[in-house]
T-cell receptor
């Protein structure tokens, strides 16, 4: 089945530093979504990317979809303690009807 | 909109007992998903329904697991008999269509002793 690799698994940053997590697929994706899960919480949808090379921003968060639609990244500028949590990508390829979640990147922000 | 509602929030049971987890999706959503989350295996898709029909149950670990969706507003995930390795957080999620963003419930934390 479809696999989505997400790196890094863990990231510790000092508050104010930037953070990036990456997702890679061996197959071309029809769309990719990003979710955030706070400690003890449930995944919450952040954004969906569908176009090749698409870039979307939400305040300090920047999401990119690769030109080949096989990879994506989430970048957080100047992290804050409220950014703490696990960030998941979830991908769908043309033949699959469901999303495949990456393994997640657990972000710790040190004050 | 109350969101996806799951019950119970926590379940502690002894191995061998039957466990039933419940989910009420968001009204109007025609896709429903059951996920299991553990530290070791991350988020695993167990089964998903489209218009109340099971589409893919290949993620169901074994015959001890079964899921039903008798109508558009209710689904259950049953484990019988339960085993300690079933301990995990079980999430239900619903969505308005194939590939659409998912709305997750708060999850059921299951502990089997």
């Amino acid at each position: 089945g479809q696999q989505v690799m997400q790196i890094p698994q863990y990231q510790h940053v000092q508050e104010g530093e930037d953070f990036t997590t990456y997702c890679n697929s061996s197959t071309t994706l029809s769309n990719i979504q990003w979710y955030k899960q706070r400690p003890g919480g449930h995944p919450v949808f952040l954004i969906q990317l569908v176009k090749s090379g698409e870039v979307k921003k939400q305040k300090r968060l920047t999401f990119q979809f690769g030109e080949a639609k096989k990879n994506s990244s989430l970048h957080i500028t100047a992290t804050q303690t409220t950014d703490v949590g696990t960030y998941f990508c979830a991908a769908q390829s043309g033949s699959a009807r469901q999303l495949t979640f990456g393994s997640g990147t657990q972000l710790t922000v040190l004050p | 909109d109350a969101g996806v509602i799951q019950s119970p929030r926590h379940e502690v049971t002894e191995m061998g007992q039957e466990v039933t987890l419940r989910c009420k999706p968001i009204s109007g959503h025609n896709s429903l998903f059951w996920y299991r989350q553990t530290m070791m295996r991350g988020l695993e898709l167990l089964i998903y329904f489209n218009n109340n029909v099971p589409i893919d149950d290949s993620g169901m670990p074994e015959d001890r697991f079964s899921a039903k969706m008798p109508n558009a507003s209710f689904s259950t995930l049953k484990i019988q008999p339960s085993e300690p390795r079933d301990s995990a957080v079980y999430f239900c999620a619903s969505g308005p269509g194939t590939g659409a963003p998912l709305h997750f419930g708060n999850g059921t934390r299951l502990t089997v002793t």
